[in-house]
């Protein structure tokens, strides 16, 4: 019999598109959601490509621009609006249109040793040709030389720091309007981004939700060969550990990779469009990017899967040390153990290394490649800006945008490390989910009112593992209203018999039937609400009292809960506990003792009123005094209600209709328990052993 889907460690694919579609499904409801977040992220992108060009603006437009050349107009000529200075109106030559710079003659205002002049003609480099101011008889002069025509001279007047205000008090107005578009698009960005973080994570937190409440609705399906053959750790890591990796891959790659695009395209269009030349010596580092990328690629997925394996490895080792630490310490096996948990951890900080190194190399490779763009552009953009072909502004801004351009790039090594993590993870989950439960409700099923409690099992066979039998030919009939019980030695096949009746199990062969119905014809929840089962590990969940015997069904009024308390002689400790029936319980009930969590599993079966009992080894665990107590009101409970008793103590089923003795999984005898000593079979050897103080056979 199959209840394990054998997982072993999952390393995928860093991008496998089958598990990538799959899980676009559950994304898929919230398409809406997910296309308004990319929305904005274009927003948010376009606003963080906006602010370098608005520098640059700020930049070569106004605040360097006191160098730009002008053309002087009469008042009542000038075309346009201007700067008024001594009978004459100066308009910048990128305000002007082709006919009106034909009409009028070039001024610069020139800054040298201090104090600025208004130069009549056009310096060509103004900030790096050697020039020289001269006053002379007839005035200010500018000498200029010339390698092509000897010296220059320009007539050059000198500018007092107020009238330069004149000349600035356009430059200071535009200013002002940038800083205020600038900070007023850093707030859109910063509204948009906070709206889009939130809805992103909104959505992928949904997401995830629903995912592992359909990987934990999974989980109450599987039968329990399946929980028998897979580790408790190992599916806990399924809902929590694996379901989070993948709301990484949600929230920080799926749609994050929307805005690196938009990134990647827009630094790279602007620098296209601003200067074509220096763009392409920018980007060209992109072959190399490429290539590096691909490599990384390569050997960062074998250094990965070395990982997880090796640390798989060292998990399982942790895991069976503490386990079975009773074993290690009573036989003095520490050294051994520790000599092979070094060894598997030596295999995992070597893997550990080879991953760093790999990832050491890679990012730095990438800020060597971002460096190399970066110096091009100081190389080739500060030789344009001394020659006087480029603007201190558009080298400023291609530096922004180099560096927005390299970001995503350099943040490769995290998201591809993520995506990794998120492939290996879903294909883990979604192999749990593709296991299919042994155990279906029927297409038609049996409406159960309340069970009369007739039981019969017709050479029913059973085994955990293939052809491995723990029953065969198991047949018996058990009457409505009967007490029943089954012994036999361990292994013989008793909570076998218990685990088909409530099917925890499917059964291979044979038949059971309830009421003359068989059990695969109910529907598994109405048939497990009317079999009432009692434990001999009994497991309380957190809470209080009287929540553990309620459990969570609001049908059980408080009255309901008192009065099954009081039948199994519960209610008498619980008025003593302080809190009483809200007494807070712990994890499994580790402030109560065997003998009282015992009576609050009775009273909790009781409280759901089933038609049929199962007492599985329920009073081992229980000291004489209690077995009295619940021995009286067993008495009374089982009137007109099938009980089943699985137990070793024969002293507690003597009372019983008939019981069934079992024998290496097989039915060996049936009767009272006088008629059973009378035959003097299996039983009788059974009981005499008991009461001669040896240890029982089961």
């Known amino acids: 019999m199959n209840g394990g889907f054998h997982e072993e460690e999952v390393i995928g694919k860093a991008y496998d598109g089958r598990l990538m579609k799959r899980l676009l499904k559950y994304a898929r409801p919230y398409w809406k959601n997910l296309l308004v977040s990319i929305i904005m992220l274009a927003v948010i992108t376009g606003t963080e490509l906006a602010r370098p060009y608005l520098i640059k603006i700020a930049i070569d437009e106004h605040i360097l621009a006191i160098s730009a050349p002008m053309r002087a107009f009469a008042p009542r000529e000038a075309p346009g609006p201007g700067v008024l200075f001594r009978g004459k109106v100066f308009i910048r030559e990128k305000n002007l249109s082709a006919s009106a710079l034909s009409q009028a003659p070039t001024y610069q205002l020139i800054q040298y040793d201090q104090q600025f002049y208004l130069i009549k003609g056009l310096i060509p480099n103004p900030g790096t040709d050697k020039y020289l101011i001269k006053k002379e008889n007839d005035g200010y002069w500018l000498h200029r030389e010339a390698l092509d025509k000897g010296e220059e001279k320009y007539e050059a007047t000198p500018v007092t720091s107020a009238e330069i205000g004149l000349f600035r008090e356009k430059d200071n107005r535009a200013l002002l309007k940038l800083s205020l578009v600038f900070f007023l698009i850093a707030i859109v960005g910063f509204i948009f981004n906070y709206l889009q973080v939130n809805l992103l994570q909104a959505t992928s937190q949904r997401i995830i939700h629903n995912m592992r409440i359909e990987v934990f609705t999974h989980l109450q399906r599987m039968p329990l060969a399946f929980f028998d053959q897979n580790p408790t750790g190992r599916l806990v890591t399924r809902v929590t550990n694996d379901t989070d990796t993948l709301n990484e891959m949600y929230s920080s790659v799926l749609i994050n990779l929307f805005r690196d695009l938009f990134m990647v395209m827009g630094a790279a269009l602007i620098m296209i469009k601003m200067n074509f030349r220096l763009a392409l010596l920018s980007l060209a580092v992109l072959p190399v990017i490429i290539g590096a990328a691909v490599i990384f690629r390569r050997y960062a997925r074998k250094a990965y899967r070395i990982v997880r394996t090796t640390l798989a490895r060292i998990n399982a080792t942790m895991a069976e040390n503490i386990t079975g630490m009773g074993i290690v310490q009573i036989f003095a096996q520490e050294e051994k153990k520790f000599k092979e948990f070094r060894a598997v951890n030596e295999d995992y900080f070597k893997a550990g290394m080879v991953e760093i190194k790999i990832f050491a190399i890679f990012r730095p490779a990438m800020d060597l490649i971002f460096s190399i763009a970066m110096a091009l552009i100081i190389w080739y953009g500060g030789a344009r800006i001394l020659a006087g072909t480029l603007s201190f502004g558009l080298v400023f801004a291609f530096v922004n945008y180099i560096g927005q351009f ?3 790039i350099l943040e490769l090594t995290e998201k591809y490390n993520i995506l990794q993590a998120a492939m290996a993870s879903s294909e883990r989950i979604f192999l749990l989910l593709d296991t299919e439960t042994e155990l279906q409700n029927p297409h038609t099923p049996v409406t159960v009112g309340g069970l009369k409690g007739k039981i019969e099992f017709k050479q029913v066979w059973f085994a955990y593992h293939d052809q491995d039998w723990v029953l065969k030919e198991v047949s018996f009939s058990i009457k409505p209203g009967q007490t029943v019980a089954l012994v036999g030695a361990t292994g013989a096949g008793k909570t076998s018999i218990i685990s088909l ?38 497991f309380l969940f957190t809470g209080d009292i009287k929540t553990n015997i309620r459990l969570n069904n609001k049908e059980i009024t408080e009255q309901k809960i008192i009065e099954a308390a009081e039948k199994v002689k519960a209610d008498s400790f619980i008025r003593l506990l302080p809190g009483g029936y809200n007494e807070p319980v712990t994890e499994r009930g580790s402030t109560l003792s065997a003998g009282q969590r015992q009576l609050l599993s009775f009273a909790r079966v009781l409280a759901f009123n089933p038609s049929i009992l199962v007492l599985d080894e329920a009073t081992a665990n229980i000291d004489t005094e209690t077995e009295v107590l619940i021995q009286e009101a067993l008495r009374e409970l089982t009137i007109g209600r099938t009980t089943i008793i699985v137990a070793h103590r024969l002293s507690t089923i003597q009372r019983a209709d008939q019981i069934i003795v079992l024998h290496k999984g097989r039915v060996r005898e049936i009767g009272s328990h006088q008629e059973l000593l009378a035959q003097r079979g299996l039983y009788y050897e059974l009981f005499k052993l008991q009461y001669k103080g040896q240890p029982t056979l089961g």
């Open 406 to 408: 390299f970001q995503p």
């Open 501 to 538: 009746l409530t099917r925890m199990y499917p059964l291979q062969r044979g038949e059971i039937l309830v009421d003359g119905v068989k059990l695969e014809d109910y529907k598994l929840a109405e048939l497990r609400r009317n079999i009432g089962v009692v434990l001999q590990d009994v």
